[in-house]
């Protein structure tokens, strides 16, 4: 969950996120030790009044200066190829869950279990108990089980939309007409906010995502329950 003055990001929930997270800071260490040099060069061009002449012409300084940002191009590329790849992969899911985006609010169908689906919208700021969020809560939240690997079938009714939940490092397009997939396993318990990240028309900004992490045997009694009230 972000909170106001927040400078990085929210905490991992997932692996996946732990990989965006760990790639972020090797990114930002390659960026200030580039910073610190242009840096640094420009202050000693600046001020000093020595002029070297082996700068001016030299072989050698203009083959490291086309090696060196190569070089540190691969070292970015590498790992960030890598992280692509693995959030692509769908390996033998436990749930599947497919999330509709309309104007301006979520369906939830677990397939897996026949003709369990809800409506998910935004609990106006005046119905608020307190503890909940303002924008953020909704009155039926997307359950799902800890530490299992969790498909979720991502579409739209009507315009597009963006089914995203920061903290398990998931963000999907829902487009009209097509079914895009993406996939998180939940490394612990909590409840995991996210909003839509398309502007899909004037309330855009209120039809919240509100994911929970239930341990497997409270995922199993509410999913029977759940079915019982259908």
């Given at each position: 969950?972000?909170?106001?003055?927040q400078?990085?990001?929210?905490?991992?929930?997932?692996?996946?996120?732990?990989?965006?997270?760990?790639?972020h800071?090797?990114?930002?260490?390659?960026?200030?030790?580039?910073?610190?040099?242009?840096?640094?060069?420009?202050?000693?061009?600046?001020?000093?009044?020595?002029?070297?002449?082996?700068?001016?012409?030299?072989?050698?300084?203009?083959?490291?200066?086309?090696?060196?940002?190569?070089?540190?191009?691969?070292?970015?590329?590498?790992?960030?190829?890598?992280?692509?790849?693995?959030?692509?992969?769908?390996?033998?899911?436990?749930?599947?869950?497919?999330a509709?985006?309309?104007?301006?609010?979520?369906?939830?169908?677990?397939?897996?279990?026949?003709?369990?689906?809800?409506?998910?919208?935004?609990?106006?700021?005046?119905?608020?108990?307190?503890?909940?969020?303002?924008?953020?809560?909704?009155?039926?939240?997307?359950?799902?089980?800890?530490?299992?690997?969790?498909?979720?079938?991502?579409?739209?009714?009507?315009?597009?939309?963006?089914?995203?939940?920061?903290?398990?490092?998931?963000?999907?397009?829902?487009?009209?007409?097509?079914?895009?997939?993406?996939?998180?396993?939940?490394?612990?318990?909590?409840?995991?906010?996210?909003?839509?990240?398309e502007?899909?028309?004037?309330?855009?900004?209120?039809?919240?995502?509100?994911?929970?992490?239930?341990?497997?045997?409270?995922?199993?009694?509410?999913?029977?329950?759940?079915?019982?009230?259908?």
């Amino acid at each position: 969950m972000a909170h106001p003055t927040q400078l990085g990001f929210q905490d991992a929930a997932s692996p996946i996120m732990e990989e965006l997270l760990h790639f972020h800071d090797h990114a930002l260490m390659i960026v200030f030790m580039i910073s610190t040099l242009v840096l640094y060069i420009i202050v000693a061009m600046v001020t000093t009044k020595i002029t070297n002449k082996h700068i001016l012409d030299s072989q050698e300084i203009e083959i490291v200066w086309t090696v060196l940002p190569a070089v540190i191009l691969v070292l970015i590329a590498l790992p960030s190829l890598r992280i692509l790849y693995l959030m692509d992969e769908v390996n033998n899911p436990h749930l599947t869950v497919k999330a509709i985006g309309h104007q301006w609010y979520w369906t939830y169908e677990y397939t897996d279990y026949g003709e369990l689906s809800f409506d998910s919208y935004m609990i106006p700021t005046q119905d608020l108990t307190p503890g909940q969020f303002r924008l953020l809560e909704v009155d039926h939240r997307m359950i799902v089980p800890t530490e299992a690997p969790v498909r979720v079938l991502v579409s739209a009714e009507d315009v597009l939309h963006s089914w995203a939940v920061p903290a398990l490092g998931v963000k999907m397009d829902a487009v009209p007409g097509r079914l895009n997939q993406t996939a998180f396993i939940a490394s612990r318990p909590g409840v995991f906010y996210g909003q839509c990240s398309e502007i899909c028309g004037a309330n855009h900004s209120f039809m919240p995502i509100v994911v929970e992490a239930v341990p497997l045997a409270h995922f199993e009694d509410w999913s029977t329950k759940a079915l019982q009230d259908v």
